[in-house]
């Protein structure tokens, strides 16, 4: 299985920023899609953004559009999450996630990081 690692979380106050990276550790293998996904304590992990190679799209919830940009180099298997304007709210563990199966347009996460820690102080 191939594994995902992110980095770039951290302590900021609100209203700053902070970048995301995850990078997988396999080039060999091509990811269709990879996302972001993200838990705070006591809350379910939820979706963040996703982009799609297969569908040549990408796509946030609704909380973090006009904020958050994923970017992403498909032949490097990485992504980016550039989060601006950060609100205690987006305090959470956030998840890098991808497909490497590529059998539909809606992504089957099938490969996940360990998560990298966002705290947003008010």
């Known amino acids: 299985q191939v594994q995902l690692v992110e980095s770039g979380g951290g302590l900021v106050q609100a209203g700053g920023s902070l970048r995301l990276s995850c990078a997988a550790s396999?080039?060999?293998?091509?990811?269709?899609?990879m996302g972001w996904f993200r838990q705070a304590p006591g809350k379910e992990r939820e979706f963040v953004a996703a982009?799609?190679?297969?569908?040549?799209?990408?796509d946030y919830a609704d909380s973090v559009k006009g904020r958050f940009t994923i970017s992403g180099e498909n032949a490097k298997n990485t992504e980016y999450l550039q989060m601006n304007s950060l609100k205690p709210e987006d305090t959470a563990v956030y998840y890098c996630?991808?497909?490497?199966?590529?059998?539909?347009?809606?992504?089957?996460?099938?490969?996940w990081g360990q998560g990298t820690q966002v705290i947003v102080s008010s």
């Open positions: 396999e080039r060999t293998v091509r990811s269709y899609a």
């Open positions: 996630a991808a497909d490497f199966k590529g059998d539909s347009y809606i992504p089957s996460w099938d490969s």
């Open positions: 982009i799609s190679w297969k569908a040549g799209i990408t």
